[in-house]
């Protein structure tokens, strides 16, 4: 399958969500520079050719990127309220948050009514705080891509604060969030309108999520818009860092089709789409017919030693028995989707394993939202291979809970079994 082409019986799911998927981070983005205004003096955003809507949805057209313009409130008694509040958990979430989830459920409920939503945030707290719900509401209807035909194509917007909230609240409240098996519903879209917001808050790498998810459980499209992350940083494989950001531009998308052979890399911008200026296939050597196994003692990890959810201390011990020096080193990113997205630019000894912080039956499982799509990106970039703690596949059929699955490795397949076994002799240790 080809991603690229007429093909591909996804190409419209999957420019409709690319273009919805840029518009909720050209809001984001909005939002972050008024919290952190862009130097005028700084060189590190780009322009690039844009894609036009009429014509093939993939093909480059003359139009350039511009810095997306700040978010000002309309009144001087809006310009003191709150950008954040914080959940039950303590975690922060933003303006940004809502207005985010609220665009991409219209576009993709606006084309595909018969699909079910699961996102992160519902509305409560928008209707228990008329001044933070006009806050999200002036945000989302101010947000829209410059390019008329782009943003006409995504479709109606909510044209009210109360069609805006019941949108958020689609993505809370389908039957899917009991948790249990969904037989034939039907397929379904996840969401994540902003992964990592607390070092969003700060500047730093975050990311928002897309993916349609099969009956099954089975992720057919995976999008992550990383609107920090320069371009060259992901053309290049470069290491991704929290304080190397494109304060200018838009940032990057990724994007895969299940079974398409590759992720895609390209610009965003504020209209249309850009042009692919990456495609990652791992499975492929330009001087070899066979890949050469991964070393061991080569692996780099990618892990968040802040992360209130994982244990990185279980992570360094299987480092040491894998035979990895310190001096190899390490990304160390927030965000989760980020750490994916380290993943898919980096090389194939990049590995990720994460262990929960409390034993099995004891952790509460990870939500769905932190890992649909950005799995099966990688994936779709070369041989790797993504599994729980126990060898078994990610099962995104059980609602909003991976209740199914506990813990994560995601590594190049030559090396996934070794990796599996330390990991394995390492809580084994940790429960004696």
């Known amino acids: 399958m080809n991603q690229n082409n007429n093909n591909n019986p996804l190409t419209h799911e999957l420019l409709i969500a690319s273009l919805a998927i840029q518009r909720a981070a050209l809001l984001t983005k909005r939002v972050l520079q008024t919290l952190s205004p862009p130097s005028s003096s700084s060189s590190s955003s780009s322009t690039y ?4 809507i009429t014509g093939h949805p993939f093909f480059p057209s003359s139009t ?48 595909f ?51 805006m909230l019941g949108l958020i609240d689609l993505g809370c409240c389908s039957t899917r969030e009991r948790g249990s098996k969904r037989g034939g519903e039907g397929r379904f879209w996840s969401m994540d309108p902003i992964d ?63 079974g398409g052979g590759c992720a895609l890399v390209r610009p965003m911008g504020e209209g249309g789409l850009n042009a692919v200026v990456r495609r990652v296939n791992r499975r492929k050597s330009p001087s070899r017919t066979r890949l050469e ?5 080569e692996l780099h990890f990618v892990d968040s030693r802040v992360s209130c959810a994982t244990d990185s201390g279980m992570v360094g011990r299987l480092a040491e028995r894998a035979g990895v020096r310190e001096a190899v080193g390490r990304t160390e990113i927030y965000s989760s989707h980020m750490r994916y997205a380290a993943m898919v630019l980096g090389g194939r ?17 990870w939500c769905l939202w932190d890992h649909a799509g950005s799995q099966l990106i990688y994936s779709e970039s070369g041989a790797g291979k ?30 996934h079994g070794k990796i599996l076994e330390l990991a394995g002799e390492v809580i084994k240790d940790a429960r004696r």
Not at 75 to 98: E, G, M, W
Not at 144 to 158: M, T
């Open 49 to 52: 050719p844009s894609t036009p």
């Open 349 to 365: 000894e990049f590995v990720q394993v994460r262990f929960p912080k409390k034993q099995k039956g004891e952790a509460a499982p």
């Open 113 to 163: 009514p018969h699909d079910t939503f699961i996102g992160e945030e519902d509305s409560a707290s928008l209707r228990a705080d008329p001044d933070l719900c006009l806050s999200v509401w002036e945000l989302v209807s101010t947000t829209r891509l410059q390019d008329p035909q782009a943003e006409e194509l995504l479709g109606r917007r909510p044209e009210t604060v109360g069609e």
């Open 64 to 111: 350039t990127c511009l810095t997306p313009s700040p978010y000002n409130p309309s009144s001087s008694s809006s310009s003191s309220r709150r950008l954040s509040i914080a959940k039950a958990d303590a975690s922060p979430v933003t303006i940004a948050d809502f207005a985010a989830q609220a665009l991409l459920i219209s576009a993709i409920h606006h084309h």
């Open 293 to 297: 196994a991964v070393k061991m003692e």
């Open 196 to 258: 990592g917001t607390s070092a969003f808050l700060k500047g730093e790498q975050y990311a928002v999520s897309l993916a349609l998810i099969d009956a099954d459980g089975r992720e057919l499209l995976g999008l992550l818009a990383c609107p920090n992350l320069p371009v060259w940083t992901a053309v290049r494989g470069e290491r991704i860092e929290e304080g190397k950001v494109d304060r200018e531009g838009m940032g990057v998308l990724l994007s895969a089709v299940r």
């Open 386 to 415: 993504v599994t729980d703690l126990e060898g078994r596949p990610i099962d995104f059929g059980t609602g909003r809970k991976l209740t199914n699955n506990w813990g994560l490795i995601t590594a190049d397949e030559s090396v």
